[in-house]
């Protein structure tokens, strides 16, 4: 235990303007969530009371947290791409209590499980799938959140999705690919080569953006949403009684 904890304060501490970058983004975030609730605040009455918030988006962070620790490798991608779940209790806290509870359950189900299992990325893969994560949930609970309709909630998540997708290429290519080179002493190409030997097809950058990056945001985005769209009005009386 207490070497787990030597090694992440070590990451922490070789890593302070990375994680600079990653507080003032999340930061950011959570100043557009709240912007958005602002413009469609709801009449006196119809929120939950804050303990049922506070208490609700504590255990979809804890739950999301947990499936976080189940991560599937995927065979048309580098290792260090891997698919999880953990999306869907964000999505349904956001959904429920808005872009505002959605983005704070992110924060936390990353913070869970880098403090239950550590970071073997020096915290790039956690600040990585916390910004994509964002980038799906943020759309899709702010779209919801001024028309909640099943029609509302599938259009949110379309865009939410196609959202993660552009935003999650671009983040890849011209800062998480560079950044991982640098934090771990390896070149670019090196990381190419990693996924030349998974898929003949990736051959640069661009490529691995195209046939990794790109196909890995889009099913974990669409597996998510449909599972979201069938049971979330079941999900939803459970944790708020509506």
């Known amino acids: 235990m207490n070497e787990k904890w030597t090694a992440l304060w ?3 501490k070789d890593n302070l303007g990375f994680i600079g970058i990653a507080l003032a983004i999340s930061v950011g975030l959570v100043l557009l969530a709240w912007l958005a609730e602002k413009l469609s605040k709801k009449p006196e009455g119809t929120e939950p009371p804050k303990l049922r918030r506070l208490t609700v988006t ?3 962070a804890a739950l999301a947290a947990v499936l976080m620790l189940f991560d599937i490798p995927l065979y048309f991608a580098p290792s260090f791409y891997k698919m999880d779940f953990s999306e869907l209790p964000v999505l349904f806290c956001g959904f429920a209590l808005g872009p505002v509870a959605g983005i704070v359950c992110e ?3 990353v913070l ?5 299992k550590g970071t ?3 915290f790039v893969g956690e600040f990585s799938n916390f910004v994509l994560g964002c980038a ?3 759309p899709a609970a702010v779209l919801y959140r001024f028309r909640k309709t099943r029609t509302r909630a599938l259009w949110g998540m379309i865009l939410g999705t196609v959202t993660m997708t552009v935003f999650g290429s671009l983040f890849n290519a011209f800062y998480l690919i560079p950044q991982y080179a640098r934090l771990f002493g390896m070149s670019v190409e090196t990381i190419v080569a990693l996924g030349t030997k998974v898929n003949p097809f990736i051959t640069d950058v661009r490529t691995l953006v195209l046939f990794a990056v790109v196909p890995f945001n889009l099913i974990k985005g669409l597996l998510v949403s449909a599972i979201t769209f069938f049971i979330y009005k079941f999900v939803k009386k ?3 009684g509506q």
Do not use: E, P, W, Y
Not at 112 to 116: D, S
């Open 10 to 12: 070590s990451d922490f």
């Open 238 to 240: 459970i944790l708020i």
């Open 120 to 122: 073997s990325t020096a």
């Open 112 to 116: 869970l499980k880098t403090l239950i």
């Open 136 to 138: 799906m949930i943020l």
């Open 107 to 109: 924060f936390l189900k």
């Open 58 to 60: 504590a255990l979809c």
